[in-house]
């Protein structure tokens, strides 16, 4: 088949299986036996070392990796940087061999050492269409402990740029909240035919996950039917899996294609935690999607405390092919327990969003959509019902401060105040016809009636600017952490004395 036919072919096949459309699938099947792609032999690359940078969190070349998107940023309460970001390898795309690089400063940006604090060594460090994907990581803390949500997909799925793409219908989890497994040999296709994600869509997950004691020190396989476990498997609470196999001790994970047992095919919200940025905690796998949602992505950047509640809150957003997205809050108070609110937008889509927490409890978001304006709502908590509903006299509401349409933002509430009053500060490209150029800070003056007086945007970039994150430093500058020319990640602190000078002058 020429390349350009199959390319094509390939796109159609995609959107045959998200509309449901088996018929057409069925028929382009018939025309062209043919697999999507050719997979290299499986083979798996060790956790890249710690090592250490100057000036610059992710330099070109830091830990192997050419390129880096997303970038993510909290300061702790002793001054800590903590950073993170994708490490995209030897591609940019969305998909297909991603892993999360963090970088820690401890003397205020001039020196940063880095780990890689989620790592799938699967086919080695390059795109490799049958590889796992981490993406799109959220930082928040409570001062001493940094929180970090990312979006994990099994061997070959992504909601973009991959080879097979998630469907509705289930969520990857039972009612109990465990885990469920599938037999790799339930699925009697091989990896890359054209079918194999629709089969394993429809396969039967037999199986379950659950702690073999209250140690909660390790993991076993259970059978969903009776309860009994399955002999002869080990999974350690990184989800790696150990067995014997003609004898021979073997070693997968569970998001492997090569696995024995294997989760299903979806975005799974992947959240860990650390007190120095460097040393991270076993995941938790949050179960927040419903069944009718095809994707439940985490919003990148960052996410707030709510200390007199002991309340971690992130954004989210649901996606569903050709369909409008929507953000919500995701959150947890001290029982661990995660919940999700109502959509943050009705009126027009939201995806990719920041929240900041006002003094009253209120959580204002920032979201990405299709207005080239910021625009914001801000979700009340609601002690009766328990969750976050839109507040009906501030849904929605556009400001006067340009954006890029369709283009991640980031919000930040400064501690400190000016004049007796508080600020907020976004981060955002500008340009025009959703091009991603031309980055700014605006500047907005807390108003104590919660509303926001906007008072100036200080350049950070021109040219090419796409996503971006702020942070306060303890010595009361502001930093940024942006994309600036393609697969390129850059630090830099701003003197916040530049909008007073603004407030002064008005």
């Known amino acids: 088949m020429l390349a350009s036919s199959k390319k094509k072919f390939i796109v159609d096949v995609k959107r045959a299986l998200r509309l449901g459309a ?4 069925i028929a382009s099947f018939c025309c062209y036996s043919v697999m999507l792609a050719e997979f290299a032999k499986f083979s798996e690359s060790p956790r890249p070392s710690n ?3 100057l000036q610059q969190p992710f330099l070109k070349g830091t830990g192997g990796s050419g390129n880096f998107r997303i970038p993510a940023m909290v300061t702790l309460d002793d001054g800590s940087i903590i950073t993170a970001a994708d490490a995209r390898w030897n591609h940019l795309q969305d998909s297909s061999g991603l892993d999360t690089i963090v970088s820690v400063s401890q003397d205020n940006g001039n020196t940063w050492g880095y780990t890689f604090a ?11 269409d049958g ?24 061997s070959g799925y992504a909601t973009s740029s991959s080879t097979y793409m998630p469907l509705k219908g289930k969520t990857g989890f039972d009612d109990q909240n465990r885990l469920l497994l599938r037999e ?23 199986y379950y996950l659950d702690y073999l004691d209250d140690t909660k020190s390790k993991y076993g396989i259970f059978v969903r039917e009776s309860g009994e476990r399955v002999e002869g498997y080990e999974v350690d609470l990184f989800f790696n899996v150990t067995y014997y196999e003609g004898g021979e001790k073997m070693t997968s994970n569970l998001f492997y294609v090569t696995s024995p047992f294997q989760v299903y095919p979806a975005p799974y919200l992947y959240l860990t935690s650390t007190t120095d940025g460097i040393n991270w905690s076993a995941p938790t796998l949050l179960n927040l999607k419903s069944n009718d949602e095809e994707s439940l992505l985490v919003g990148p950047g960052n996410g707030v405390y709510d200390e007199k509640n002991d309340r971690l809150v992130f954004t989210a957003y649901y996606h569903n092919w050709n369909q409008p ?12 327990v995660w919940h999700r609110s109502e959509n943050i937008t009705t009126k027009g889509w939201s995806s990719e969003s920041s929240a900041v927490l006002l003094d009253d409890g209120r959580v204002r978001v920032f979201y990405r959509g299709s207005e080239e304006v910021l625009c914001y709502t801000d979700m009340v908590f609601d002690e009766t019902r328990g969750n976050y509903f839109r507040d009906p006299n501030a849904s929605e509401i556009k400001t006067s401060a340009p954006k890029t349409a369709n283009c991640q933002l980031s919000a930040l509430l400064y501690k400190q105040t000016y004049g007796g009053k508080q600020w907020i500060f976004v981060s955002a490209p500008t340009g025009t016809n959703r091009k991603r150029i031309d980055g700014v800070v605006h500047g907005f003056v807390l108003e ?34 942006y994309e600036g020319e393609a697969g390129e990640i850059l630090f830099e602190k701003i003197n916040v004395t530049w909008f007073w000078d603004k407030y002064n002058q008005m």
């Open 131 to 154: 590889s796992t994907c981490f993406i799109d990581p959220a930082l928040a803390t409570d001062g001493t402990t940094a929180y970090m949500i990312v979006d994990v997909n099994p």
């Open 448 to 481: 104590e009636d919660g509303s926001m007086t906007y008072m100036a945007s200080r350049p950070v970039k021109e040219g090419s600017f796409a996503y971006s994150c702020l942070t306060e430093l303890n010595d009361g500058h502001l930093a940024i952490l």
């Open 22 to 25: 088996l018929l057409i699938f």
């Open 51 to 53: 090592g250490e940078t």
């Open 325 to 336: 997205e929507y953000a919500s809050l995701i959150w947890r108070d001290g029982d661990g």
């Open 118 to 128: 989620n790592y799938f060594g699967d086919n080695g460090n390059v795109r490799n």
């Open 184 to 206: 790799k040999d339930s699925v009697k296709l091989d990896f890359g035919s054209l079918s194999y994600g629709l089969a394993c869509h429809l396969a039967p997950y037999d």
